[in-house]
């Protein structure tokens, strides 16, 4: 049996973090995963460039049941906190849109300076050992036992940092959840997030043809959120970054509205063209703002009139901008945790202390990161909060 201050599970983007941070508080740290690697969903996120942080990370890009909770850890670490540490440690790395930041040559990088920086708190990292139980001894006043497939370890305080259900390839478990319950916490039902969109068969066939596609868009789910960003048409269904936005907000059976010309008001444009260009084709003229192949689709479908456009009168102008700029397509599901980047719900915050992460019924345990019930909206926000609880979570262990 070994001995340790803290043993965390899971040595991801959170656990890395809070063993760092409490290993330079001069506590023994033992964090044990059971992947051949560390930090395997750092090195496959943002396309193998990881989008690490987000400048304008704010408590509002969060879903959470408890939409205060984040307030005091997103304060404390700051998107600008993190990039503090990965400039001390030179790491090379470029904006893009919207506040997001991402490593120029590879997420190895990243996963090198959460090494280093564990490396020089003095903090042990067991892998390929997978957590098997916890018991927390009826004779010890605190502290668990953690058997994993490797060694049996003693510690006063256990940091759950095991992630969600998304990509069970990369070694996602229920840990996390099973051990919540096992001590009497609630845990919200989980959900797919930041996925890609299934449809039904007959809108596969519509739009069968259109795959790789992409086109500017704002997507609106029945609750109101709005995202104004490309959406894809695959082979399955519809993906991009405003179609994975949308997810974590939509519910099955419902549908999302689709704002095909959010830069444009269509009523407006068609009676131009009909002043200045009007012997050309409704066809040819949309397909100069839409995709050509798309525009075919709805040709077909009878939405778009194949003649020229002074021949559309005003109820035809009418019902295609309304078609146009409030597309409906009802999803069948969403392709699950296969492919999901996040996982919806966990642990419940009413559970925790917002401060330390520490649960409220049961002093020593600690969970931060994706396991809980926070999530983070795509673009760097969901390794921001990782940052923000697992550095909380190391000052308190
Ligand atoms: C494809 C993809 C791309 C993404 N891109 C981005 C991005 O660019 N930006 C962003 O902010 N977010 C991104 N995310 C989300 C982000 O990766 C997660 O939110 C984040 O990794 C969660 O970190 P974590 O430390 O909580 O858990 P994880 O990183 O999931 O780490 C948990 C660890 O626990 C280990 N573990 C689980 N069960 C056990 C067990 N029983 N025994 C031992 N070990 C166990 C796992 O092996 C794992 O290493 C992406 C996710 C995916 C899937």
Redesign the pocket.
């Known amino acids: 049996m070994i001995t340790t201050d803290v043993l965390i599970?899971?040595?991801?983007?959170?656990?890395l973090m809070c063993a760092a941070q409490a290993g330079y508080r001069g506590k023994s740290v033992v964090v044990?995963?059971?992947?051949k690697k560390?930090?395997?969903?750092?090195l496959?996120?943002?396309g193998g460039r990881?989008?690490?942080?987000n400048e304008n990370a704010t408590p509002e890009n969060y879903l959470c049941q408890n939409p205060h909770f984040v307030k005091s850890a997103l304060s404390r670490y700051s998107s600008q906190d993190f990039i503090d540490l990965v400039d001390r440690h030179g790491l090379q790395y470029h904006h893009k849109t919207l506040g997001q930041l991402f490593c120029d040559n590879s997420a190895q990088d990243l996963v090198d300076i959460l090494m280093t920086e564990c490396e020089w708190a003095g903090v042990q990292v067991n892998l390929r050992?997978?957590?098997l139980s916890v018991e927390k001894p009826a004779d010890t006043e605190q502290g668990f036992v953690v058997k994993?497939t490797e060694q049996s370890y003693q510690c006063k305080s256990l940091v759950v940092?095991?992630?969600?259900l998304?990509?069970p390839k990369?070694?996602?478990?229920p840990?996390?959840y099973k051990i919540a319950e096992q001590f009497d916490l609630n845990v919200l039902e989980t959900l797919a997030a930041?996925v890609p969109f299934t449809l039904h068969d007959h809108d596969k066939q519509r739009f069968d043809g259109l795959s790789g596609i992409s086109l500017f868009t704002e997507v609106t789910s029945e609750d109101g959120t709005k995202f104004k960003e490309n959406i894809l048409f695959t082979h399955r269904g519809l993906s991009g970054p405003a179609i994975l936005q949308i997810s974590s907000f939509w519910r099955a059976g419902q549908a999302v509205t689709i704002n095909l010309l959010p830069e444009h008001n269509l009523t407006e444009t068609l009676n131009q063209w009909q002043k200045e260009q009007g012997e050309k084709s409704v066809k040819n003229l949309l397909s100069t703002i839409l995709p050509k192949r798309f525009v075919d689709v709805l040709v077909k479908e009878g939405v778009i009139a194949d003649k020229p456009v002074k021949q559309l009168n005003h109820p035809e102008i009418n019902v295609l901008g309304e078609y146009l700029h409030a597309w409906k397509i009802s999803p069948n599901g969403t392709e699950g945790y296969r492919t999901?980047?996040?996982t919806l719900g966990g642990v419940n915050t009413d559970e925790l202390s917002s401060k330390t992460f520490e649960s409220k019924k049961q002093p020593g345990l600690f969970f931060?990161?994706?396991?809980i019930d926070v999530t983070?909206w795509l673009?760097?926000?969901?390794?921001?909060f990782?940052w923000a609880s697992g550095f909380a979570c190391g000052q308190a262990v």
């Open positions: 599970i899971g040595a991801g983007a959170a656990g044990v995963d059971m992947g560390p930090a395997r969903k750092i496959i996120s943002g990881s989008n690490f942080t050992s997978e957590v994993t940092a095991s992630g969600g998304t990509m990369l070694g996602a478990t840990i996390g930041l999901a980047e996040v931060i990161g994706e396991v983070g673009g760097g926000y969901n390794f921001q990782c």
